[in-house]
């Protein structure tokens, strides 16, 4: 029996370090768990920030465009702006010269 006493404790031995092993290994499991919930969480945070760059960027793109045709336009809207400005500069002239004319004709 002695034998077999010592062939018991080897296997008793050997059950502890395996439930001990088991036991590591489910705190080892816990712990990824926990891991990939925040990984979960961080993809989830990581597609809503690299959806809203996307519209930023067209928002971005489509801004560049509007100005870009304001641009375009904007001599011509500067070139008919001094247009009008010297129609009314000259509206003015003639404006004063005829009432100094009849000022000078009237106190003559």
């Known amino acids: 029996m002695g034998e077999d006493d010592g062939r018991l404790m080897?296997?008793?031995e050997r059950i502890k370090t395996?439930?001990?092993d088991v036991?590591?290994?489910?705190?080892?499991?816990?712990d990824i768990a926990?891991?990939?919930?925040?990984?979960?969480v961080l993809e989830v945070r990581h597609n809503t920030t690299a959806e809203s760059l996307n519209r930023a960027?067209?928002?971005i793109a489509s801004n560049s465009e509007r100005i870009d045709a304001i641009e375009r336009t904007l001599p011509n809207?500067?070139?008919a702006s001094s247009w009008v400005f010297k129609a009314v500069i000259g509206v003015?002239?003639?404006?004063?010269?005829?009432i100094v004319s009849v000022l000078f004709t009237v106190f003559r």
């Open 23 to 30: 036991t590591d290994m489910k705190t080892t499991m816990k």
């Open 57 to 59: 960027f067209k928002a």
């Open 18 to 20: 395996i439930a001990a």
């Open 10 to 12: 080897v296997v008793e």
């Open 34 to 40: 926990a891991s990939l919930s925040t990984l979960a």
């Open 77 to 79: 809207i500067s070139l």
């Open 92 to 98: 003015i002239a003639i404006g004063t010269s005829a």
